[in-house]
């Protein structure tokens, strides 16, 4: 299946992607994680039905996109606005969606808020909403721009040159179950040559603690607006294995088992957090299933086992 570049303006700038497949099939949106970029999407993609056509943004700030502009903030809200730009651009009235980790928190906040633009959301070790303890929510919003603040402060700063090999170091380091070949693929889109070596082509501004919290009245709130069909698929090694055993994970619960209660599916694979790029293999047969059958009152045959 080849691939082609993506290219849609934003007032300052461009957001930018990959696209896979015919002009005219059923349009289905990638939306990567925190700190990734499109090519999270890389060996899944293939693996998926022909008949549709794949885009994968780089999200602000990640990959080739351009940079939000001084001042601004990455926010869940602003990264569905971009989302808005970007179906516009395509023209696309109705799609599917597939979200990993930070990426599966925008699809599901776009699919809540214009549910009949989507016809089938699938999450990627993630439960779509992240639940914030109110009592905690003042400092963790009070941290988000006191981070920014002092970001803002250090712009003149030289950013750090590395050679490829050191940069590889560094983004094993930072994801240390990502694979080899993994790395090599974010890293495509993930540097920028300069002179003396690269620099990471992320925003810095994206390490902020994220300003924009929900609570779980809120996140449910939320879940109950969304009419897609939605598949979890959560690790057994990833993002859940994380969470401290304390009021956070009975949070995560509670918006998993909102799903269950609306006859969603949640089901548990082996792996980490990235295993739709380490082991496409192992997931690709229940998204496949997942999609061809969305359309239809069909039971997909591998998601006959809930979590």
């Known amino acids: 299946m080849t691939n082609e570049e993506l290219c849609v303006a934003v ?10 497949g015919p002009n005219d099939g059923r349009p289905v949106l990638c939306l990567h994680g925190w700190a990734d970029n499109c090519g999270s999407f890389n060996t899944l993609i293939p693996l998926l039905p022909e008949g549709c056509r794949y885009v994968a943004m780089d999200l602000a700030g990640h990959g080739l996109s351009s940079h939000r502009p001084p001042g601004a903030s990455y926010t869940i809200p602003a990264y569905v606005t971009d989302v808005c730009r970007v179906v516009d651009g395509l023209h696309w009235k109705k799609f599917s969606i597939i979200g990993h980790s930070m990426g ?8 809540a808020l214009y549910p009949e633009m ?20 003042s400092k963790l919003m009070r941290q988000g721009i006191d981070e920014l603040l002092q970001f803002e402060k250090k712009t003149e700063e030289k950013t750090r040159v590395y050679t490829y090999e050191k940069a590889v170091q560094r983004l094993l380091a930072a994801n240390p179950t990502l694979s080899e070949q993994a790395v090599h693929i974010l890293l495509e889109r993930g540097l920028t040559p300069v002179e003396g070596g690269f620099v990471f082509s992320r925003d810095l501004r994206v390490n902020s603690k994220n300003i924009m919290r929900t609570s779980l009245e809120q996140c449910l ?25 304390s009021s956070q994970k009975k949070l995560t619960s509670a918006v998993l088992q909102g799903y269950l209660d609306r006859n969603h599916t949640v089901v548990s694979v082996p ?4 295993v739709h790029l380490n082991n496409p293999e192992v997931i690709s047969p229940l998204i496949s299933d997942f999609l061809q059958c969305s359309r239809s009152s069909c039971q997909p045959h591998h998601l006959t086992h809930k979590l």
Not at 118 to 137: I, Q, R
């Open 11 to 20: 007032p300052w700038g461009e957001i930018r992607g990959k696209v896979w």
């Open 104 to 111: 599966g928190h925008i699809a599901a906040m776009f699919t």
């Open 118 to 137: 989507v016809d089938a959301l699938v999450l990627l070790d993630v439960h779509g909403f992240v639940p914030t303890d109110p009592k905690k929510m």
């Open 221 to 245: 709130a939320l879940q109950s607006g969304i009419q897609a069909p939605v598949l979890v698929i959560l690790a057994d090694k990833g993002y859940s294995s994380t969470l401290p055993e």
């Open 271 to 274: 792996g980490d957090h990235h």
